[in-house]
């Protein structure tokens, strides 16, 4: 079946401008996992969905990021008023669960640049 | 202290040799899960071998095999028979069951392997 889909793949940006990115899950998947990575390090967490809800948005830096996922299927990132620090690939996971034990799959994420 | 640990930025093997990328994690939970990723120059995170924490024998996938010591709180990669394709990085992760960043993966920094031939 269908992976994990971001769009767009590539996103550049002015600095203050809005953005959003998208993820379109596993199809079943409840859980659905935002992370971002700066350039050579491991992805750090931003915020997780169970279903429709954020379950824990913990990750996310500061009030200018917020994510919805009405549907409980497609997930979208929004970042208001982006700064240079914000340019980074923003990678989308989801699960079947949300369990310990579950594997995340990832998408190709999103390579944000913000001039 | 950092929860993932991997404490080489770089290794190098020839074509059909065996490497193993090291890992060491830190965790007061008893339930918890151990993963590695493969991230190829592409930027696609590939989800590669699972541990969990009360597997008793070391979980296998093909060519990776992961060498678990629990009481060293160590989860080892290992890949057989290097490939050329294999040359990416390669991360660790965990998620623990207690954690303030719910069921989320911690990840460690990544070790880049490079396959010669």
């Known amino acids: 079946g269908a992976g994990v889909s971001q769009t767009p793949s590539n996103k550049v940006t002015e600095k203050g401008k809005y953005v959003e990115l998208r993820c379109d899950p596993i199809s079943g998947h409840t859980a659905l996992y935002w992370y971002r990575q700066s350039l050579g390090q491991g992805p750090e967490f931003l915020i997780y969905?169970?279903?429709?809800?954020?379950?824990?948005d913990s990750g996310l830096p500061n009030d200018r990021f917020f994510a919805v996922r009405p549907e409980g299927s497609v997930s979208t990132l929004k970042i208001q008023r982006t700064e240079r620090g914000d340019s980074a690939v923003y990678l989308c996971?989801?699960?079947?669960?949300?369990?310990?034990?579950?594997?995340?799959?990832f998408g190709p994420g999103t390579r944000l640049t913000v001039l | 202290a950092q929860k993932i640990t991997q404490t080489q930025p770089g290794m190098f093997v020839q074509e059909k040799e065996a490497v193993t990328l090291d890992c060491t994690y830190d965790?007061?939970?008893?339930?918890?899960?151990l993963f590695w990723y493969k991230q190829p120059s592409s930027g696609e995170m590939i989800f590669l071998i699972y541990?969990?924490?009360?597997?008793?024998q070391n979980a296998t996938e093909g060519r990776y095999s992961l060498n678990f010591q629990k009481a060293r709180k160590s989860a080892n990669l290992v890949i057989s028979a290097s490939q050329l394709g294999d040359s990416a990085m390669y991360f660790c992760a965990m998620r623990e069951t207690d954690n303030q960043a719910g069921t989320a993966l911690i990840f460690g920094k990544g070790t880049t392997l490079s396959v010669s031939s």
């Open positions: 541990q969990g924490s009360y597997d008793e």
């Open positions: 965790t007061s939970d008893q339930s918890y899960g």
């Open positions: 969905f169970q279903g429709t809800g954020a379950a824990d």
């Open positions: 996971a989801s699960s079947l669960t949300g369990g310990y034990t579950d594997t995340q799959y």
